[in-house]
């Protein structure tokens, strides 16, 4: 059975279920789950994407899944380091292992996950191991590129350099880990160029709702990135605009000159940011990235698969959280 839309929440409950077994073999000594509680699979798009790539190329689903496991363990796992980086006390609906157990808690259960990821992702198969190894170097560049850039301004192709790595990274090793599992070296590039592009524009709408988004919706706090001095393209829109940049500069100004408790200047900027149309025209740009990775999809042999695969990625330009 091939892993479309029609299964996919089934597929999606056995990388649960698998990440749970995991994490339940862990010894309480070292880190009890039970204790503090957190979410290891959100909103599973690494696991979905891998899924839904697996699918269309006609892979294993079951090894699809052992890989799509692997994908969802790494990123909760730099999501738990990235909270720390940013005193982040709120993530998927619950409070932050960071919040919970400090900075160090945080790490070490952030680097046990990692090693777990690169076990499942030898259990799928022993060539994504290394491949793993990659995905995770070029995200920490890129986690270090955003850190370096903090408070001081981007360009817009800076800032879609630290989404393809910190992001990208990630979504690429998920399509070609699929492209591997199915046995089809000819669509390597294929599946690497979906996979980044994806993870890029994904970002790209993360960014945009951390301007427009709902807290309780997003599962995590809104206006963090601003008030963490980090340049996304919503933000840099409004910057380079004649007529809303000096605004917006005056009051990245305020924000950084006042105090964090008073978010009263993050407020302003993010209304206009939306106001403006800036928001608006991230999502815009996002949503062209996706346009032009359809007819990628469409090379994948598995035609129902390859529809689904399609479909996500349009909704993706759309999410609200």
Do not use: H, M, W, Y
């Given at each position: 059975m091939q892993t479309t839309r029609h299964d996919l929440e089934e597929a999606l409950r056995g990388v649960n279920a698998d990440i749970s077994a995991s994490l339940a073999g862990i010894a309480p000594e070292f880190f009890d789950f039970n204790k503090h509680p957190f979410s290891f699979l959100g909103k599973a798009a690494r696991a979905r994407f891998t899924l839904l790539a697996a699918g269309a190329l006609g892979a294993d689903p079951g090894r699809a899944g052992k890989a799509a496991a692997a994908a969802e363990l790494t990123h909760t796992?730099?999501?738990l380091h990235d909270d720390c980086l940013d005193t982040a006390r709120y993530r998927r609906g619950l409070p932050t292992l960071y919040d919970?157990?400090?900075?160090n808690g945080a790490i070490l259960v952030g680097d046990l996950l990692i090693a777990i990821a690169f076990d499942k992702a030898g259990a799928a198969a022993p060539e994504l191991q290394g491949e793993l190894v990659r995905a995770v170097r070029h995200m920490t560049e890129g986690a270090l590129l955003e850190e370096n850039s903090r408070g001081k301004n981007m360009t817009a192709a800076e800032a879609e350099r630290v989404a393809a790595l910190k992001t990208g990274a990630l979504f690429r090793w998920?399509?070609?880990?699929?492209c591997h599992l199915a046995g089809k070296p000819a669509l390597?590039?294929?599946?690497?160029?979906?996979?980044?592009?994806?993870?890029?524009?994904f970002q790209a709408i993360d960014d945009v709702l951390d301007f427009e988004g709902d807290a309780g919706a997003c599962g995590k706090e809104t206006l963090k990135d601003i008030r963490e001095g980090k340049f996304?393209?919503?933000?840099?829109?409004?910057?380079?605009?004649?007529a809303a940049g000096p605004r917006a500069g005056k009051l990245l100004a305020a924000m950084q000159a006042g105090a964090a408790a008073d978010l009263a200047p993050a407020m302003e900027l993010a209304e206009l940011v939306r106001a403006g149309g800036f928001a608006a025209a991230a999502r815009k740009a996002a949503?062209?990235?996706?346009n032009a990775l359809l007819p990628l999809a469409d090379r994948l042999?598995?035609?129902?698969?390859?529809?689904?695969?399609?479909?996500?990625l349009t909704a993706m330009a759309h999410r609200t959280a």
């Open positions: 796992a730099s999501l919970q157990l400090g900075v998920c399509g070609l880990a699929a390597l590039e294929t599946c690497a160029r979906l996979g980044e592009g994806a993870g890029a524009a996304t393209l919503p933000l840099i829109l409004a910057l380079n605009d004649a949503a062209e990235k996706i042999p598995v035609v129902e698969g390859a529809a689904a695969l399609k479909d996500f």
